[in-house]
């Protein structure tokens, strides 16, 4: 997919679809699972019809795990949301899973039960530090293996590298080793974002020198009035906040996203 998009020269442009805290975690409230179908459903409808290349559902439980691996619950809760989305969207339109923040195992084994195209990698390699605790450690072998074992291997990985979730500073050998990492074991694409778009630009510019095929998203910090120029090298981007109208965790406005839409079609048509 991120690949193939690459050589298409289209850009992938995937809505975030937050959801209401999993059972088994400590904001969860009666009723909050049956939310979470319904909004996840509209969301994608909404994101569908504003001409959007897929979704990224991400489970939103406000404190997170460190390690690896979730509770079962979360995981099969996150997979049956994901298949009564992909009941209600068309067939080329792609759906990628995520436990937060970087339960890479039991996002895969969610993919692999649905069929969803992607997962993204808070840490696939390297190491990041947690807000909630405690530092993130990539275990990649572990992630290929399982990959392996389940034959999940059409199951795209995401790897951030610089972004959000992934921190540390602008150093780009640093930056260069991350990605050569995760060309390494099998990444499908990278994700980088800084809130200055000159940052942003010279990361994309520096891995794109070293990796001209790599597949490059923008993991945030882009908005309708600023898609065309941060997107004009990269292949595409996760929004979230943009097509929430600014209501981080709230429901996707189709309106925004044709909009953003139209601004992403002035560069890649």
Not at 27 to 33: A, E
Not at 50 to 61: K, M
Request: charged share 25%; proline share 3%; net charge negative.
């Amino acid at each position: 997919m991120f690949k193939e998009a690459r050589q298409n020269n289209q850009k992938l442009i995937f809505g975030l679809i937050h959801l209401k805290p999993m059972p088994g975690t400590p904001f969860y409230k009666d009723g909050d699972y049956e939310a979470s179908i319904e909004k996840a459903v509209k969301d994608a409808k909404a994101l569908e019809n504003g001409g959007a290349s897929g979704c990224l559902i991400q489970t939103v439980d406000k404190v997170y795990p460190t390690g690896d691996d979730s509770d079962y619950v979360r995981a099969t809760c996150l997979a049956v949301i994901a298949n009564e989305v992909k009941k209600h969207v068309g067939a080329d339109f792609k759906i990628g899973v995520q436990l937060m923040w970087n339960c890479i195992t039991p996002s895969i084994a969610a993919a692999k039960a649905v069929n969803a195209d992607y997962t993204r990698c808070t840490a696939l390699v390297g190491q990041t530090s947690s807000p909630f605790g405690g530092v993130i450690n990539a275990d990649p072998l572990k992630v290929l293996e399982y990959r392996k074992k389940i034959d999940a291997e059409k199951v795209e990985l995401l790897a951030e590298i610089a972004g959000y979730h992934f921190h540390g500073g602008y150093d780009k050998e640093a930056l260069l080793s991350r990605v050569s990492s995760a060309v390494m074991v099998r990444a499908d694409a990278v994700e980088i974002m800084s809130k200055d778009e000159g940052l942003n630009n010279r990361m994309e510019q520096d891995i794109r020198a070293a990796y001209p095929d790599l597949p490059i998203i923008l993991g945030g910090g882009t908005d309708v009035q600023s898609a065309a120029s941060r997107l004009k090298n990269a292949d595409g981007a996760l929004v979230g906040r943009c097509f929430e109208g600014n209501n981080w965790g709230g429901g996707i406005d189709e309106a925004i996203v044709a909009a953003y839409m139209k601004e992403v079609k002035s560069i890649s048509g």
